[in-house]
Each structure stands twice: as C-alpha cells, then as structure tokens.
Nanobody
Framework: QVQLVESGGGLVQAGGSLRLSCAAS????????LGWFRQAPGKEREFVAA????????DYADSLKGRFTISRGFAKNTVYLQMSSLKPEDAAVYYC????????????????WGRGTQVTVSS
C-alpha cells in the first residue's frame, strides 16, 4: 500500500523555523516528483512547494519564495520542507504529496497524499 508519512510539525514562535519531513513508501517510485501543500481552517488546500524526481527542479508558491526550501533526501523517497521566518498565517496542516501528472501547483495533478502534520505559529 502506498504511504506518505509526514513528521516535524509542531508549535513555533513567529520568526522561528521548522523542518518538515516526509517519507514515501517504496511503492512510490523514486522517479516521481514530491511536494507539499497546506490547508488552514476554512481555507482551500494550497500549493507550497515541489521538487522533481532527481531534485534538479523546484517550484514554490510565489508568496513563500525565500522563506521555504524544499529538498529531496539522499534516499529519493524522502522530501523535506525547511520553513524559516514563520508567520502566524503559515499555520496550517501541511500535506506531503507524490506523483504529479501535471502542473505541480495543481492540486488535482497529484496522485498520493499523506495525512498531514500540524504547524502552529504563535504571535
């Protein structure tokens, strides 16, 4: 069974940093992109960042460029999201996703989703 397991969420003060991790099961090919979306209460799930199968190409939501960094682990089925200068509006459930069949920022293009990890930012 395909699984994506996120970790690293928690409570952080505004201005702080947090690193999220996601491990994908072996049944997700290492030749596919991995990404992150987030969803705050009452809002739609929004694209955060994505990285290509070999780590050579990354894409970010415009509003997050410069603060968030996505990277692929040495084991290609892992992906990280380093978040810095966090703001209260960054608080959300962050979802790991895998195997995009189209545009990374398109929610519908992704085939697999994790259960999410909560990020809370205190002001």
């Amino acid at each position: 069974q395909v699984q994506l397991v996120e970790s690293g969420g928690g409570l952080v003060q505004a201005g702080g940093s947090l690193r999220l991790s996601c491990a994908a099961s072996d049944r997700i090919s290492s030749n596919y992109a991995l990404g992150w979306f987030r969803q705050a209460p009452g809002k739609e799930r929004e694209f955060v960042a994505a990285v290509s199968w070999n780590g050579g190409t990354t894409d970010y939501a415009d509003s997050l460029k410069g603060r968030f960094t996505i990277s692929r682990g040495f084991a290609k089925n892992t992906v990280y999201l380093q978040m810095s200068s966090l703001k209260p509006e960054d608080a959300a459930v962050y979802y790991c996703t895998a195997e995009s069949s189209g545009r990374y920022s398109d929610y519908a293009s992704w085939g697999y989703w994790g259960r999410g990890t909560q990020v809370t930012v205190s002001s």
